[in-house]
């Protein structure tokens, strides 16, 4: 069974604020995704890492961060939250070569006052 | 226009019934082809992966994949109120890495 951890689950906070979100995965896959949704809409892809010291960016244009020191390991930083971040962030990984699904976290919803 | 396209429902169906979902897609280049469940504010679960054109079966879903008509669909036999949830359907192709591009969802009601 995959094993994607996100912490925290709900977030509350003011505008400046910097916040860090956390994914972790404990099945040492290579790759890993974060993806930001809103309420019933689609999800859009904001970061990517194929392996440690490797980050993309996604899809969609974010003003988050995101670092890849440790395989397991991938958190996301917003340095200064602002209301247009409320959101949910869901976290992926995926593994093998040749492997194309990927395995979500349970998400992030963050809101931002 | 989206390269994957889905009816966001919602689609309201009596227990027991068969849940039909679909997606269209525009490039041809996508070989890899992967159903999510999504319930209310928790991630996206795997439920279904393909690959290329045929069909698949794991207990009451299957997946078919029709490329020359660039259509997939998930079928659910045997509803029940807990296959209430939002369905993606996502897909990928070789250059893209492992990227996947997702569709926008269906909503799907089973009602007891």
């Known amino acids: 069974e995959a094993d994607i951890y996100q912490t925290p689950r709900y977030l509350v906070i003011g505008t400046g604020k910097k916040i860090t979100l956390e994914c972790s995965q404990t099945m040492g896959h290579d790759k890993m995704y974060w993806y930001q949704q809103d309420p019933g809409m689609e999800l859009h892809l904001i970061h990517y890492s194929y392996g440690v010291n490797s980050t993309e960016k996604g899809d969609l244009s974010s003003e988050s961060t995101v670092s890849r020191i440790r395989t397991e390991h991938f958190p996301l930083t917003l340095e200064s939250a602002r209301p247009s971040h409320t959101s949910q962030y869901l976290c992926?990984?995926?593994?093998?070569?040749?492997?194309?699904?990927?395995?979500f976290g349970p998400g992030t919803r963050l809101t931002v006052t | 226009q989206k390269e994957v396209e889905q009816d966001p429902g919602p689609l309201s169906v009596p227990e027991g019934a068969i849940v039909s979902l679909n997606c269209t897609y525009s490039n041809s280049a996508f070989q890899y082809f992967m159903w999510y469940r999504q319930y209310s504010r928790k991630g996206p679960e795997l439920l279904m992966y393909t690959y290329s054109s045929g069909n698949k079966e794991d207990g009451r879903f299957t997946a078919q994949v029709d490329k020359s008509s660039k259509y997939i669909s998930l079928f659910i036999r045997d509803s029940q109120p807990s296959d209430s949830a939002t369905y993606l359907c996502a897909m990928s192709r070789r250059a893209a890495g492992n990227k996947l591009t997702f569709g926008g969802g269906t909503r799907v009601l089973v009602k007891p």
């Open positions: 992926a990984s995926s593994g093998y070569s040749g492997s194309y699904e990927q395995y």
